[in-house]
Protein backbone atom coordinates (compact mmCIF):
# COMPACT_ATOMS: atom_id res chain seq x y z
CA UNK A 1 0.00 0.00 0.00
CA UNK A 2 1.61 3.26 -1.18
CA UNK A 3 1.20 6.64 0.61
CA UNK A 4 -1.47 7.35 -2.04
CA UNK A 5 -3.45 4.55 -2.12
CA UNK A 6 -6.85 5.22 -0.18
CA UNK A 7 -9.27 3.09 1.61
CA UNK A 8 -12.80 4.35 0.38
CA UNK A 9 -15.97 2.78 1.83
CA UNK A 10 -18.89 2.55 -0.51
CA UNK A 11 -22.35 3.01 1.06
CA UNK A 12 -25.13 0.46 -0.81
CA UNK A 13 -23.87 -2.02 -3.74
CA UNK A 14 -26.13 -1.06 -6.10
CA UNK A 15 -25.36 -0.30 -9.73
CA UNK A 16 -23.69 2.92 -9.01
CA UNK A 17 -21.83 1.71 -5.86
CA UNK A 18 -20.54 -1.04 -7.53
CA UNK A 19 -19.79 0.84 -10.63
CA UNK A 20 -17.68 3.06 -7.93
CA UNK A 21 -16.16 0.61 -5.82
CA UNK A 22 -14.87 -1.16 -9.73
CA UNK A 23 -13.86 2.16 -10.88
CA UNK A 24 -11.97 2.94 -7.69
CA UNK A 25 -10.46 -0.35 -7.15
CA UNK A 26 -8.93 -0.61 -10.70
CA UNK A 27 -7.72 3.04 -9.82
CA UNK A 28 -5.68 1.40 -6.88
CA UNK A 29 -7.27 2.07 -3.66
CA UNK A 30 -8.91 -0.38 -0.77
CA UNK A 31 -12.35 -0.01 -0.96
CA UNK A 32 -14.67 -1.72 1.45
CA UNK A 33 -18.72 -1.68 0.04
CA UNK A 34 -21.31 -1.73 2.83
CA UNK A 35 -24.96 -3.15 1.52
CA UNK A 36 -27.77 -3.32 3.87
CA UNK A 37 -29.33 -6.53 2.21
CA UNK A 38 -28.64 -10.15 3.82
CA UNK A 39 -27.89 -11.28 0.41
CA UNK A 40 -28.44 -10.22 -3.62
CA UNK A 41 -30.94 -11.23 -5.14
CA UNK A 42 -30.01 -12.38 -8.59
CA UNK A 43 -33.71 -13.54 -9.81
CA UNK A 44 -33.15 -14.33 -13.29
CA UNK A 45 -36.51 -14.54 -15.52
CA UNK A 46 -37.73 -17.06 -18.04
CA UNK A 47 -37.82 -17.40 -20.75
CA UNK A 48 -34.03 -16.67 -22.21
CA UNK A 49 -34.00 -13.07 -24.04
CA UNK A 50 -33.38 -14.19 -26.86
CA UNK A 51 -37.61 -15.66 -26.74
CA UNK A 52 -38.37 -12.06 -25.81
CA UNK A 53 -36.81 -10.65 -29.58
CA UNK A 54 -39.62 -9.56 -31.17
CA UNK A 55 -43.07 -9.44 -28.41
CA UNK A 56 -46.59 -8.69 -30.18
CA UNK A 57 -47.05 -4.81 -29.22
CA UNK A 58 -48.80 -4.10 -25.78
CA UNK A 59 -52.65 -3.88 -26.53
CA UNK A 60 -53.68 -0.59 -25.51
CA UNK A 61 -57.17 -0.53 -23.59
CA UNK A 62 -59.37 2.48 -24.00
CA UNK A 63 -59.42 3.43 -20.90
CA UNK A 64 -55.44 2.34 -20.06
CA UNK A 65 -54.94 4.54 -16.63
CA UNK A 66 -56.72 1.96 -14.28
CA UNK A 67 -56.05 -1.02 -16.31
CA UNK A 68 -52.48 -0.61 -17.65
CA UNK A 69 -50.71 -2.48 -14.29
CA UNK A 70 -53.35 -5.30 -14.46
CA UNK A 71 -52.85 -6.08 -18.43
CA UNK A 72 -48.67 -5.20 -17.84
CA UNK A 73 -48.74 -8.24 -15.42
CA UNK A 74 -50.94 -10.43 -17.55
CA UNK A 75 -48.96 -9.64 -20.64
CA UNK A 76 -45.79 -10.62 -19.18
CA UNK A 77 -47.13 -13.60 -18.09
CA UNK A 78 -48.73 -14.82 -21.12
CA UNK A 79 -44.90 -13.75 -23.05
CA UNK A 80 -43.18 -16.00 -20.20
CA UNK A 81 -42.26 -12.90 -17.33
CA UNK A 82 -43.79 -13.71 -14.53
CA UNK A 83 -43.23 -10.65 -11.76
CA UNK A 84 -42.74 -12.84 -8.81
CA UNK A 85 -41.12 -11.60 -5.58
CA UNK A 86 -38.40 -10.92 -4.98
CA UNK A 87 -37.86 -7.88 -7.39
CA UNK A 88 -34.65 -6.44 -8.35
CA UNK A 89 -35.73 -3.59 -10.77
CA UNK A 90 -36.05 -4.47 -14.08
CA UNK A 91 -34.60 -3.82 -17.64
CA UNK A 92 -31.81 -1.43 -17.55
CA UNK A 93 -30.77 0.30 -21.04
CA UNK A 94 -27.33 0.48 -21.32
CA UNK A 95 -26.30 3.36 -24.09
CA UNK A 96 -23.22 3.84 -25.39
CA UNK A 97 -20.97 6.31 -23.11
CA UNK A 98 -21.80 3.75 -20.26
CA UNK A 99 -21.15 0.64 -22.63
CA UNK A 100 -17.78 2.08 -23.45
CA UNK A 101 -16.56 2.57 -19.57
CA UNK A 102 -17.72 -1.11 -19.05
CA UNK A 103 -15.96 -1.77 -22.27
CA UNK A 104 -12.88 -0.33 -20.92
CA UNK A 105 -13.16 -2.75 -17.91
CA UNK A 106 -13.50 -5.72 -20.18
CA UNK A 107 -17.12 -6.49 -19.08
CA UNK A 108 -19.17 -6.06 -22.42
CA UNK A 109 -18.74 -9.68 -23.57
CA UNK A 110 -20.58 -11.12 -20.05
CA UNK A 111 -22.85 -7.92 -20.66
CA UNK A 112 -23.65 -9.08 -24.33
CA UNK A 113 -24.28 -12.78 -23.14
CA UNK A 114 -27.07 -11.40 -21.15
CA UNK A 115 -28.54 -8.51 -22.85
CA UNK A 116 -30.15 -7.61 -26.51
CA UNK A 117 -28.78 -5.46 -28.61
CA UNK A 118 -32.35 -2.92 -29.96
CA UNK A 119 -32.32 -2.19 -33.73
CA UNK A 120 -34.68 0.48 -33.32
CA UNK A 121 -36.91 2.80 -31.02
CA UNK A 122 -40.68 2.62 -32.06
CA UNK A 123 -42.77 5.35 -30.88
CA UNK A 124 -46.47 4.42 -30.35
CA UNK A 125 -49.63 5.90 -30.03
CA UNK A 126 -51.37 5.54 -26.61
CA UNK A 127 -54.68 4.97 -28.23
CA UNK A 128 -54.74 2.43 -30.77
CA UNK A 129 -50.55 1.30 -30.57
CA UNK A 130 -49.80 2.73 -33.60
CA UNK A 131 -46.19 3.44 -34.92
CA UNK A 132 -45.73 7.14 -34.52
CA UNK A 133 -41.93 7.47 -35.26
CA UNK A 134 -39.51 4.97 -35.48
CA UNK A 135 -35.76 5.45 -34.59
CA UNK A 136 -32.87 3.37 -35.93
CA UNK A 137 -30.15 2.10 -34.07
CA UNK A 138 -26.86 0.58 -35.74
CA UNK A 139 -24.40 -0.92 -33.25
CA UNK A 140 -21.78 -0.54 -35.96
CA UNK A 141 -22.92 3.54 -34.89
CA UNK A 142 -23.48 3.37 -31.83
CA UNK A 143 -20.98 6.31 -30.78
CA UNK A 144 -17.66 7.15 -33.01
CA UNK A 145 -15.65 3.66 -31.36
CA UNK A 146 -18.55 1.45 -32.50
CA UNK A 147 -19.84 0.97 -28.98
CA UNK A 148 -23.70 -0.49 -29.23
CA UNK A 149 -26.77 -0.02 -26.68
CA UNK A 150 -27.67 -3.14 -24.84
CA UNK A 151 -30.53 -4.00 -22.99
CA UNK A 152 -30.36 -5.93 -19.97
CA UNK A 153 -32.19 -7.29 -16.90
CA UNK A 154 -31.21 -5.55 -13.63
CA UNK A 155 -30.16 -8.65 -11.88
CA UNK A 156 -28.18 -10.06 -14.87
CA UNK A 157 -26.46 -6.54 -15.00
CA UNK A 158 -25.76 -6.45 -11.19
CA UNK A 159 -24.64 -9.80 -11.22
CA UNK A 160 -21.59 -9.07 -13.68
CA UNK A 161 -20.77 -5.54 -11.79
CA UNK A 162 -20.51 -7.83 -8.28
CA UNK A 163 -18.26 -10.79 -9.74
CA UNK A 164 -16.12 -8.19 -11.10
CA UNK A 165 -15.65 -6.05 -8.16
CA UNK A 166 -15.01 -9.77 -5.85
CA UNK A 167 -12.57 -10.61 -8.72
CA UNK A 168 -10.65 -7.25 -7.96
CA UNK A 169 -11.08 -7.85 -4.35
CA UNK A 170 -13.25 -5.30 -2.97
CA UNK A 171 -14.72 -6.39 0.44
CA UNK A 172 -17.94 -6.70 -0.05
CA UNK A 173 -19.94 -6.55 3.50
CA UNK A 174 -23.65 -7.83 3.23
CA UNK A 175 -25.60 -7.46 6.37
CA UNK A 176 -24.14 -3.97 6.79
CA UNK A 177 -26.83 -1.18 7.51
CA UNK A 178 -25.10 2.26 7.48
CA UNK A 179 -26.22 4.33 10.37
CA UNK A 180 -24.32 7.53 10.58
CA UNK A 181 -20.97 8.77 9.29
CA UNK A 182 -18.69 10.71 10.93
CA UNK A 183 -16.47 13.24 8.45
CA UNK A 184 -14.09 14.57 11.08
CA UNK A 185 -13.14 10.70 12.33
CA UNK A 186 -13.63 9.27 8.48
CA UNK A 187 -15.47 6.46 10.12
CA UNK A 188 -18.98 4.96 8.86
CA UNK A 189 -21.58 3.43 11.87
CA UNK A 190 -22.60 0.06 11.15
CA UNK A 191 -25.37 -1.38 13.05
CA UNK A 192 -24.56 -3.70 15.32
CA UNK A 193 -21.09 -4.28 13.76
CA UNK A 194 -17.73 -2.76 14.14
CA UNK A 195 -17.18 0.86 12.25
CA UNK A 196 -15.11 1.35 9.47
CA UNK A 197 -12.65 3.64 9.20
C1 LIG B 1 -37.71 2.47 -13.14
C2 LIG B 1 -36.25 2.80 -13.34
C3 LIG B 1 -35.66 2.57 -14.57
C4 LIG B 1 -34.30 2.86 -14.76
N1 LIG B 1 -33.74 2.61 -15.97
C5 LIG B 1 -32.43 2.86 -16.16
C6 LIG B 1 -31.81 2.55 -17.40
O1 LIG B 1 -32.46 2.08 -18.33
N2 LIG B 1 -30.48 2.81 -17.54
C7 LIG B 1 -29.73 3.35 -16.51
O2 LIG B 1 -28.53 3.56 -16.70
N3 LIG B 1 -30.31 3.65 -15.33
C8 LIG B 1 -31.62 3.42 -15.14
N4 LIG B 1 -32.19 3.71 -13.93
C9 LIG B 1 -31.38 4.34 -12.90
C10 LIG B 1 -30.51 3.34 -12.19
O3 LIG B 1 -31.30 2.25 -11.73
C11 LIG B 1 -29.87 4.08 -11.04
O4 LIG B 1 -29.15 5.19 -11.54
C12 LIG B 1 -28.90 3.20 -10.29
O5 LIG B 1 -29.55 2.03 -9.82
C13 LIG B 1 -28.36 3.98 -9.10
O6 LIG B 1 -27.43 3.17 -8.45
P1 LIG B 1 -27.22 3.30 -6.89
O7 LIG B 1 -26.16 2.30 -6.53
O8 LIG B 1 -26.98 4.73 -6.53
O9 LIG B 1 -28.63 2.95 -6.24
P2 LIG B 1 -29.38 1.55 -6.16
O10 LIG B 1 -29.09 0.71 -7.37
O11 LIG B 1 -30.79 1.89 -5.83
O12 LIG B 1 -28.72 0.83 -4.90
C14 LIG B 1 -28.75 1.40 -3.61
C15 LIG B 1 -28.21 0.32 -2.66
O13 LIG B 1 -27.94 0.91 -1.40
C16 LIG B 1 -28.37 0.04 -0.38
N5 LIG B 1 -28.59 0.86 0.81
C17 LIG B 1 -29.50 1.86 0.99
N6 LIG B 1 -29.36 2.41 2.22
C18 LIG B 1 -28.34 1.75 2.84
C19 LIG B 1 -27.71 1.86 4.13
N7 LIG B 1 -28.11 2.78 5.05
N8 LIG B 1 -26.68 1.04 4.42
C20 LIG B 1 -26.25 0.11 3.52
N9 LIG B 1 -26.82 -0.05 2.29
C21 LIG B 1 -27.84 0.77 1.94
C22 LIG B 1 -29.64 -0.58 -0.96
O14 LIG B 1 -29.98 -1.79 -0.32
C23 LIG B 1 -29.23 -0.79 -2.41
O15 LIG B 1 -28.61 -2.05 -2.63
C24 LIG B 1 -33.53 3.42 -13.70
C25 LIG B 1 -34.14 3.64 -12.45
C26 LIG B 1 -35.48 3.33 -12.27
C27 LIG B 1 -36.11 3.56 -10.90
Not at 34 to 53: C, I, N
Not at 77 to 106: E, F, K, M, T, Y
Request: glycine share 10%; net charge positive.
Amino acid sequence: MTDSCLHVAIIGAGLGGLAAAIGIRRAGHNVTLLEQSAQFHHVRYPPPVTALRSPPPLPCPSRPTPLCPRLLESYLHRHGSPLNPPQVGAGIQIPPNSARILRNWGLIPEIAKHSVQPTEFRLRGWKDGRILHRMPLSHESGDEDGVGMYFIHRADFHTVLVDEARRLGVDIRLGSTVAGIDFEEARVEVVGKDAVK
